[in-house]
Nanobody, 121 residues
Framework: QVQLVESGGGLVQAGGSLRLSCTAS????????MAWFRQAPGKEREFVAY???????AYADSVKGRFTISRDNAENTAYLQMNSLKPEDTAVYYC???????????????WGQGTQVTVSS
């Protein structure tokens, strides 16, 4: 079992930036795909980005060119750098792990508690 802890959320104005962190413990971090999802009030949890063990990445169209996912295996941490934030990016952001990469949240088996990101207009 992998335990995940997110941090770095907060309140930012539109156009601003935030960097989220997800620190893992319990199993070898480098064995997993790391993913970020988000959930806005009244909406389903949606895929944001993932990074495979190899370092290859994928992004949702809504964040492509604005968000960057990365990982530091030595620190057991994944990051989500969010630039040019928009009010519609407001959500609780979650990190999750799975061995094989997928954009389907139902296929991830370890989740963090989430961190709130609020973007004001």
């Amino acid at each position: 079992q992998v335990q995940l802890v997110e941090s770095g959320g907060g309140l930012v104005q539109a156009g601003g930036s935030l960097r989220l962190s997800c620190t893992a413990s319990g199993r070898p971090f480098s064995s997993y795909t790391m993913a970020w999802f988000r959930q806005a009030p009244g909406k389903e949890r949606e895929f944001v980005a993932y990074i495979r063990q190899s370092g290859s990445t994928a992004y949702a169209d809504s964040v492509k060119g604005r968000f960057t996912i990365s990982r530091d295996n030595a620190e057991n941490t994944a990051y989500l750098q969010m630039n040019s934030l928009k009010p519609e990016d407001t959500a609780v952001y979650y990190c999750a792990v799975r061995v094989i990469a997928t954009t389907n949240a139902n296929n991830y088996y370890s989740w963090g508690q989430g961190t709130q990101v609020t973007v004001s207009s």
